[in-house]
């Protein structure tokens, strides 16, 4: 069974495929566990993105994993059966100019699960024995589902000087709610968040930011001066996509400070590039992705460590058939990281 993107237009379909055989490089894999990320919500519903991006349907949706390896390609030496993954799913071409100067993870011929191929919202997945991350055996099998985004938000926060400083985080969604543990863990002094859903500002609080403001009741940029004397918040995490929240960041930013940038606006917008950037003299850095393989060993050292409490963000599990449940609760934004099992082990975990 699979859920598969058939045709375009929202939706998607349950649909039975055979199990598909790996290529002399890659691992065939029994997902375990599997969970919905934003770009899955965006496909599903056929949003002005995915129309412009999503070129070879039908195919299976899903990109965020965790497996066990049931069959080898036959060039495959560093994996063995039996192995417990999870994976980068950025699929790198290794040649162009980007991937061989240390930038894979923007590779120019690159390709991603469920988006370019066919994705992991499966009983068994394709994985390329290069992006398969074999876990360490102290980290829970729902936590490796998640390691992608978790990836994400060690991306972002790590991107430049964090101990010591004072964080907004915009979105808390879950990797906004990611960000701000991590944020927490990596010696951030004050974390505040924005965020308009009642669950995800509780969530927030209890993932660990000092202050959680809500746009539609609160002056953000007010709020934010007077926590920081006038100053203005040291980095930014811009996790929403929203442009108000993305212009009112800005504001909130000290002269000087860092702007990391995760989340995507649906469409084009505005910015002050004088008033913004230039005169403020900050950094702003897109962030796409995570750095292969660096993140990944900083995301499994935060896990394996036991320093790092993501159960609060794992909100619902469900199991594979029930994946419009999944994206009902994604759309309505309450609810935090949500896991598909193929089989019934929701009970188990």
């Known amino acids: 069974m699979a859920v598969m993107k058939t045709k375009p237009g929202p939706g998607a379909e349950l649909r039975h495929v ?33 129309q412009k991006r999503i070129k070879n349907l039908p195919q299976i949706m899903g990109h965020e994993l965790c ?48 988006v370019d191929i066919h994705g992991v919202f499966a009983e068994y997945a394709i994985v390329p024995a290069t992006n398969a991350w074999v876990l360490d055996k102290k980290i829970p099998r729902d936590y490796a589902s998640v390691m992608e985004p978790l990836g994400n938000a060690v991306h972002t926060v790590l991107a430049g000087e964090i101990v010591g400083t004072t ?4 979105g808390c969604g879950p990797i906004g709610l990611m960000s701000i543990a991590i944020a927490r863990l990596s010696g951030a002094t004050k974390i505040i968040a924005t965020e308009i859903n009642e669950y995800r500002i509780q969530l927030a609080k209890k993932i660990g930011a000092d ?45 000087g400070g860092r702007f990391s940038i995760l989340g995507i606006p649906d469409k084009p917008m505005e910015i002050d590039l004088g008033k913004s950037i230039i ?37 619902h599990r469900l199991r594979l058939a029930e994946f419009e449940k999944g994206m009902e609760l994604m759309r309505s934004g309450n609810c935090g990281k949500v896991l598909l099992y193929p089989e019934d082990e929701t009970s188990k975990t």
């Open 67 to 114: 497996g066990e390896v049931v069959e080898l390609g036959r060039n495959v030496k560093n994996i063995k059966k039996g192995d417990i993954i999870s994976a980068e799913t950025h699929i790198a071409c290794g040649h162009c100019y980007l991937c061989r100067t240390g930038l894979a993870h923007i590779c120019m011929n690159g390709s991603i699960f469920g």
């Open 211 to 255: 202050l959680v403001l809500n746009p539609g009741k609160k002056n953000v940029v007010q709020r934010v001066l007077e926590e920081t004397d006038g100053l203005g918040v040291d980095v930014v995490i811009e996790m929403s996509g929203n442009p108000q929240a993305i212009r009112e960041a800005f504001d909130a930013l000290r002269p």
């Open 167 to 170: 964080v907004l985080i915009t």
């Open 279 to 315: 005169f403020k003299y900050i950094t702003v850095q897109g962030i796409n992705g995570r750095l292969m393989f660096s993140t990944w060993y900083k995301t499994t050292q935060f896990l394996s460590s036991g320093r790092l409490d993501i159960e609060p963000i794992v909100t």
């Open 18 to 50: 055979e199990i598909p055989k790996p290529g002399p490089d890659e691992v065939l894999v029994k997902v375990l566990a599997t969970s919905i990320c934003g770009t899955d919500l965006h496909i599903y519903e056929w949003n002005e993105w995915a």
